[in-house]
Nanobody
């Protein structure tokens, strides 16, 4: 399974960007999806996550500004980022936990990461 993230770019403070993440491959159930971000030299931090049932949680730093959603039929997740701030500048990564089958054709839970998409917010 591969996760492909897109939608990053350059924005000015106060503007909006929307990130997309598509999961491709043999997925029996995409149980959990999340967005993380990482600034060079710092630990990767959880920005938002969403269960297959649509329950979302947000980091305090983005609460009220970012909205995560999913399209389960397309195995996609989105992160609508409004009122962007310079401190939102980071590489954003898509993460997913999914059920698939391993090489022995046994059900197994897996975790996947996208390649990261850069968001730069100027003041």
């Amino acid at each position: 399974v591969q996760l492909q993230a897109s939608g990053g770019g350059l924005a000015q403070a106060g503007e909006s960007l929307t990130l997309s993440c598509r999961a491709r491959g043999r997925i029996l159930s995409l149980n959990y999806m999340a967005w993380y971000r990482q600034v060079s030299g710092k630990q990767r931090e959880l920005v938002a996550d969403c269960t297959i049932g649509g329950v979302t949680k947000y980091a305090d730093s983005v609460q009220g500004r970012f909205t995560m959603s999913r399209d389960n039929a397309k195995n996609m997740a989105f992160l609508q980022m409004n009122s962007l701030k310079p401190e939102d500048t980071a590489v954003y990564y898509c993460n997913a936990e999914y059920l698939s089958t391993n090489t022995d054709d046994v059900y197994e839970d897996f975790t996947a990461w996208g390649q990261g998409t850069l968001v730069t917010v100027s003041s």
